[in-house]
């Protein structure tokens, strides 16, 4: 076993451990990170493609109560009568709506023997760089909305809501904190409106059906972490392989002589053709 000594130097040592570290990552951290990627996309690819030929159904068939959820209805579009809340209206800002800054408007919408939920009207553009523009008001009265079902979105962090221009102003849509802001109780989910809905502001388009590169990132994440421990394996052999020739040599007086730095690189990583 002593010929095998070399195998327990700090140096290989060290390289073993950078090795495992990099396969684990792989196979715990970064190709599960892109493959869940891609199973999100690819479902809500699938609740998008749904709801393009479902019929609207009424909201609280889907929210009865207040505390309701959605499960696999997001995108579904619902039909709803109530009356806006236009003095609890909050700005989500720092959205990119086709490529340019906007203002998304939201405003608790009270539906008729249902909960109360958070309307997104739409988008506005910001004036002046980032300024609040005159934004038309809600109707004030019973309306009847069409709009799609969506998850509220996770709490931006560290970053604070605060009002300016006259306006509360939020860094996501988040109804739970949106709810606390307005003092409205508000579902988990929210509404967004469809295109020629009273309320409506610039129509918000739906995501591109693309399933993007991630599950093509995750295996290749699975592969990387396949070939860095045979890597090493070849490196141990060519190593094993070297010291046997060297020691064959010191036997042999006519074959005996130093190699070059390039010789002994190219007997450990193979020699060009």
């Known amino acids: 076993m002593r010929r095998f000594a070399f195998l327990l130097r700090p140096q290989w040592l060290a390289l073993y451990v950078v090795v495992i570290a990099f396969a684990y990552l792989c196979f715990t951290v970064l190709a599960p990170w892109q493959l869940g990627k891609n199973t999100t996309t690819s479902r809500e690819n699938a609740q998008i493609a749904r709801s393009l030929d479902a019929e609207p159904v009424p909201l609280t068939s889907v929210l009865p109560q207040q505390d309701s959820t959605i499960d696999d209805e997001q995108w579904q579009r619902v039909t709803a009568t109530g ?34 939920v958070l309307v997104n009207r739409g988008y506005v553009r910001p004036v002046g760089g980032s300024g609040v523009p005159d934004i038309a008001p809600a109707p004030d009265g019973p309306v009847t909305i069409t709009a799609r079902l969506r998850n509220s979105e996770a709490l931006a962090q560290n970053k604070t809501p605060f009002e300016a221009d006259g306006a509360q102003q939020v ?85 005996s002589r130093e190699l070059s730095s390039e010789e002994k690189l190219a007997d450990r990583y193979g020699r060009r053709r």
């Open 83 to 116: 009356r806006y809340l236009p003095d609890r209206q909050v700005l989500a800002r720092l959205r990119l709506i086709e490529g340019e800054p906007a203002y998304e408007v939201l405003v608790p919408f009270a539906v008729d023997d249902g909960p109360t």
């Open 171 to 255: 860094y996501s849509i988040n109804t739970a904190q949106i709810s606390a802001l307005t003092g409205v109780p508000l579902t988990s989910a929210y509404l967004q409106l469809v295109d020629g809905q009273p309320g409506g502001l610039g129509m918000i388009p739906l995501p591109h059906l693309d399933a993007g590169p991630f599950l093509s990132y995750g295996i290749q994440w699975i592969a990387f972490g396949v070939i860095a421990p045979i890597g090493v394996g070849y490196f141990v052999y060519s190593e094993i392989k070297v010291r046997r020739r060297e020691k064959a040599l010191a036997r042999d007086p006519e074959e």
